[in-house]
């Protein structure tokens, strides 16, 4: 399976930016679809956006319009660009892989990093 390191969280006040960053190691990262979930203290793990093979995105319509998805193959590494930050934004960020095929569900996803936190404050 393949390890992910994610990178790139910290405190933001509403309406910043932040640069997420997953690195990938041990697989052929270019045969993943990518995920990324949050979960917030209390509430189950949501999802976000995901990335597949073919550079397919999908978002959650909470984040639609202000988080873009990208990869770089080159570099075995996905980004989340967050903008346009709200209080309810924040959680735990992971990052997620599954061969091939990208879906909206956690149980679908075999590979999982340990998740950096983000903070919007109000």
């Known amino acids: 399976q393949v390890q992910l390191v994610e990178s790139g969280g910290g405190l933001v006040q509403a309406g910043g930016s932040l640069r997420l960053s997953c690195a990938a190691s041990g697989g052929r990262f270019s045969i993943y679809a990518m995920g990324w979930f949050r979960q917030a203290p209390g509430k189950e793990r949501e999802f976000v956006a995901n990335?597949?093979?073919?550079?397919?995105?999908d978002y959650a319509d909470s984040v639609k319009g202000r988080f873009t998805v990208s990869r770089d193959n080159a570099k075995n590494t996905v980004y989340l660009q967050m903008g346009s930050l709200k209080p309810v934004d924040t959680a735990l960020y992971s990052c997620?892989?599954?061969?091939?095929?990208?879906?909206?569900?956690?149980?679908?996803?075999?590979?999982w990093g340990q998740g950096t936190q983000v903070t919007v404050s109000s």
């Open positions: 990335n597949g093979i073919g550079g397919t995105t």
């Open positions: 997620a892989a599954r061969p091939l095929i990208a879906t909206r569900h956690v149980a679908d996803f075999g590979s």
